[in-house]
């Protein structure tokens, strides 16, 4: 119930401790690495270093094969004890991880990195290198950020000159919580050529009575438990406001929140992809 927060929650400063890895030409890398939540677990994948994760969290289903890795509890509350059994050289610490936790991990002479929640596209990638770095990975990364870049680059391109249209995208559903400008989710928004009629709301907390008056043009539901039902509820709920032009026009939709909620610059770009098509379907090549 708790996963939708992986939307909203920004981040407190956390601590580093020294690393203990292996030797390759010369450098240091880790060889045992534990990810806390799962944008960091879909990285290490994009990386190429998944033989190098030796655990990650309940929450982490993407790619499959995350599935498989050992679990040591959820994004919000994990088992220190079973985590340090692994002997672990890096920690990958979340915006969800605990100072508390990170303080812990950090005492037992294991590195841990922090990621914050990344705040737009550019942060995405910005941790995206800084992990391809400690892993001595940083060719590959900026590759994949390059990549990356020019898709996103062509998407802009393809929506440049089209009439901009209002968009609410809702990221939690009780309370409701729209997506703001300190939220990567925001870029879906901008970056589609969309305008986020919540861009001037601060911490997310929204009303419906607050959308029907703002009356946006698409409705875009991103509620981590969607495949339980909750996404397909909060739409029916949404076709009640039949004032709403999103409603009246049917382009109230539902997308796949592991892709919107926790995306590596790759699955940024098939998010992103997916947004520009809702808002301007005649667009997509």
């Keep these: 119930m708790f996963r939708f927060l992986l939307c909203l929650l920004l981040v407190v400063a956390a601590g580093l401790s020294p690393a203990s890895a292996f030797s390759e030409d010369g450098q240091q890398y880790p060889q045992r690495i534990v990810s806390l939540g799962p944008i960091n677990t879909e990285n290490v994948f994009l990386l190429g270093a998944e033989d190098r994760l030796v655990a990650d969290t309940s929450y982490c289903v993407h790619p499959a094969a995350a599935r498989d890795k050992v679990k040591i509890g959820s994004v919000m509350q994990v088992n220190i004890e079973q985590i ?20 812990q991990l950090a005492a037992s002479g294991v590195r841990v990195v922090h990621f914050p929640q990344p705040s737009n596209f550019a942060a995405i990638c910005d941790q995206f290198l800084e992990l391809g ?18 898709e996103v680059q062509a998407i802009q391109q393809r929506v440049k000159g089209l009439p901009p249209k209002k968009v609410f995208m809702q990221v939690g559903a009780h309370p409701l919580f729209a ?6 989710t925001n870029d879906f928004i901008v970056l589609s050529g969309g305008i986020n009629i919540a861009a001037g ?3 997310g907390r929204y009303n419906r009575e607050k959308v029907t008056a703002q009356n946006p043009d698409v ?19 949404w076709l009640r406001f039949t004032p709403i032009s999103a409603v009246h026009n049917k382009q109230v939709f539902v997308v796949d929140p592991d892709l919107i909620c926790s995306p590596s610059p790759r699955t940024f770009v098939k998010g992103l992809e997916q947004i520009a098509h809702l808002i301007y379907p005649m667009e997509k090549k």
């Design 84 to 103: 340090l059994s692994l002997h672990p050289d890096l920690i990958l610490a979340t915006g969800l991880t605990t100072p508390q936790q990170v303080a």
């Design 133 to 150: 770095r400690l892993l001595g990975l940083e060719a590959r990364a900026r590759e994949i950020i390059a990549e990356a870049q020019k």
């Design 179 to 184: 997506s703001v400008v300190s939220s990567f």
């Design 201 to 203: 709301q601060r911490d």
């Design 219 to 237: 409705i875009i539901i991103a509620v981590m438990g969607s495949e339980g039902g909750i996404g397909a509820r909060e739409k029916d709920e």
